[in-house]
């Protein structure tokens, strides 16, 4: 019944940024946090940033400092700003929703080309 919906990957040289979107089905209210993970190749899934349901944004240390998280209430929707991309942040990125029970986006492909 929930949908997450990520857009807004592609091919982008390092030291360039690209903005992220996950459109979500229903109010992002409905969620206690919203996240992003990513899984690079050869790699874990591994957290990259949270917003929580009052607004509080968290990121890893790995991207600290270049991304950003941000939600748009009104459009529903999450939003990942990568800047001062490297090559080691290609990935497939996955939007996440959860509470109670979790929710994943179908994801995204990030390739960053040096």
């Known amino acids: 019944q929930v949908q997450l919906v990520e857009s807004g990957g592609g091919l982008v040289q390092a030291g360039g940024s690209l903005r992220l979107s996950c459109a979500a089905s229903i109010s992002i209210f409905r969620f206690n946090l919203m996240a992003w993970y990513r899984q690079g190749p050869g790699k874990q899934r591994e957290w990259v940033a949270s917003i929580s349901d009052i607004g509080i944004s968290k990121t890893s240390d790995t991207v600290k400092g270049r991304f950003a998280i941000s939600r748009d209430i009104a459009k529903n929707t999450v939003y990942l700003q990568m800047n001062s991309l490297k090559p080691e942040d290609t990935a497939v990125y996955y939007c996440?929703?959860?509470?109670?029970?979790?929710?994943w986006g179908q994801g995204t492909q990030v390739t960053v080309s040096s």
């Open positions: 996440n929703a959860g509470g109670d029970v979790k929710y």
